[in-house]
């Protein structure tokens, strides 16, 4: 089933921050594996590219390195390594000088995709941009990935979207949010307008509330400098969570298209009401467990960032009037679990007693890890005594129902294959991206302006009590965060 792997079209893909983290763990091993799989035709070439004076050869041993770490020894198979290392090429260019172009522009083929990643830091996404136009090494058919953060608020992303758009028109410009390519994120659109049984319930009549939980188990140690500028809802509630949401949330498109989807999810950002002070909860991790606390990690003894955040969001229109979303996502958490909750109401009319053991009908849509989807349903318990209910899960994990799930390409490796075959569906666009800073730039600017501290948190727990209290309040709870 999974096998199914179109070639894509021949491609000249170059990387820059080639010999960076994010290429060294995700990118290059992901092309390698698209390449074991046959989705690319021998013909392509990637071209590594940053400031240190490496020769092919030499950048080649990085990227047989990164594959002996990154890809699984099932998937280490030697004469497809050589073959894909055959493809790898290196050219060194300083984003911000002028050394370099004309080397990388005398590589590039004609009548072949061109693509550029940006894997750079941000502040280079100009640069890159301005100079690949200048020394016209992209035309009007290349495509720049982006990777994020996109700006660090409105102004910023405008900015950058300004900046981009001098040089590349927008159906150019592949915005990575990694968390649309996951499988199990995209499954979530096919669980929604694939199937007639969950749609006809799936608005404000029949679902009390929806949780979005995205738990983590490591710190920020290693990137603390990047995070503590950042915190988790620029890291991560303004580009991961709010896709979540919107897949969730979002009308049906009228087809499965670029446009046509993210015009809905655009729509779903535009529609979220500012968030009450109160109903918000930031958290910072402490020490435990032998583990430092988030301020050692940061070295900034005195940081107020947040490593854990709760909130609770509308959705101002028709289909959502009145159900909340319960938003969470946090470091040094009990477990790695990712999932989407959906609690549906009561029946109408209760026919069995309140003694009867009755819960909500809950649907789970597990993310990662153990991907897969539970519908929590009531049944007779079983045996004599009268009516008694039972809550049962209709469980279903993705790795049971595909034939080898290890196939499945990972969020980077899809997204790079779109990026070839010019689908930019799981890409952001740049409207979006700004309304999604628009919403989160007074959330950040309120808590900035209090002076807030985040309360801090046990590394190993599910978060700050606080947290707790803004479920309890509604008279719901969260889900326990578990593998
Ligand atoms: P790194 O710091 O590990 O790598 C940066 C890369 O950029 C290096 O290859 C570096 O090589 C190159 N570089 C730096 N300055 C220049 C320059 N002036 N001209 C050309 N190349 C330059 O960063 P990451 O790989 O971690 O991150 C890259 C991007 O990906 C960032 O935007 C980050 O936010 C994003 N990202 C990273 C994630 C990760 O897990 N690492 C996750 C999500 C997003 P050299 O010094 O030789 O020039
Ligand atoms: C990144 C964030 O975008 O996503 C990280 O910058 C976070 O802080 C990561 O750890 C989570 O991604 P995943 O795929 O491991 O859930």
Not at 274 to 290: C, F, H, L, S
Request: charged share 25%.
């Amino acid at each position: 089933m999974v096998s199914r792997v179109i070639p894509v079209d021949v491609f000249d893909l170059v990387i820059f921050g080639g010999t960076g983290d994010l290429a060294r763990r995700k990118i290059l091993p992901g092309l390698y594996r698209r390449f074991l799989a046959g989705q690319m035709v021998p013909e392509s070439r990637m071209i590594g590219a940053a400031r240190a004076d490496l020769t092919d050869e030499a950048f080649r041993q990085q990227v047989r390195e990164a594959i002996a770490e990154f890809v699984p020894k099932a998937r280490q198979d030697d004469a497809a390594i050589e073959g894909f290392l055959g493809r790898i090429h290196y050219v060194s260019i300083d984003a911000t000088g002028t050394g370099g172009w004309a080397a990388l522009k005398a590589l590039m083929r004609e009548n072949v995709v061109r693509a550029f990643y940006f894997s750079v830091a941000p502040s280079l996404f100009g640069d890159i941009a301005q100079r690949l136009s200048e020394h016209q090494i992209a035309d009007a058919w290349s495509r720049i990935v982006v990777e994020k953060p996109f700006g660090r608020d409105l102004a910023s992303a405008k900015a950058l979207n300004e900046v981009l758009a001098k040089h590349f028109n927008e159906t150019q410009i592949y915005r990575i949010d990694h968390y649309l390519g996951k499988e199990t994120v995209q499954n979530l659109m096919a669980v929604r307008f694939a199937n007639i049984l969950f749609e006809p319930l799936w608005k404000a009549e029949y679902i009390d509330h929806v949780q979005i939980t995205v738990a983590e188990t490591v710190g920020v140690d290693g990137r603390g400098a990047y995070y503590d500028k950042s915190g988790a809802m620029r890291d991560m509630v303004q580009n991961h969570l709010m896709q979540l949401l919107c897949l969730i949330a979002m009308e049906p498109p009228y087809h499965f298209d670029p446009d046509a989807v993210r015009d809905e999810k655009l729509k779903v950002i535009r529609a979220l009401k500012p968030v009450k002070t109160e109903d918000i909860v930031r958290g910072q991790y402490g020490a435990g467990r032998g583990e430092k606390s988030y301020v050692v990690h940061s070295e900034n003894p005195a940081s107020k960032t947040e490593s854990y955040i709760a909130l609770k969001v509308q959705i101002s229109n028709w289909r959502w009037q009145g159900v909340p979303f319960y938003l969470r996502t946090g470091k040094r958490l009990r477990a790695r679990a990712s999932e989407i909750a959906i609690t549906f109401k009561q029946p109408p009319h209760a026919i069995f007693d309140d003694a009867s053991g009755w819960h909500e009908n809950v649907l789970v849509i597990r993310l990662q890890p153990n991907e897969g989807m539970n519908l929590m349903v009531m049944i007779k318990e079983p045996g004599p005594g009268g009516m008694r209910l039972m809550q049962v899960p209709l469980d279903m994990s993705f790795a049971d129902a595909i034939d080898d799930a290890e196939d499945v390409p990972d969020a980077y490796e899809r997204l790079i294959m779109d990026v070839i075959r010019g689908n930019q569906t799981l890409f952001m666009r740049g409207d979006e991206v700004e309304a999604a800073w628009a919403w989160t730039d007074p959330i950040i600017e309120g808590w900035e302006a209090r002076g807030d501290r985040p309360q801090t948190y046990d590394p190993g727990s599910s978060g700050p009590e606080d947290a707790l209290m803004l479920m309890h309040r509604d008279g719901r709870r969260w889900r326990e965060i578990r593998e």
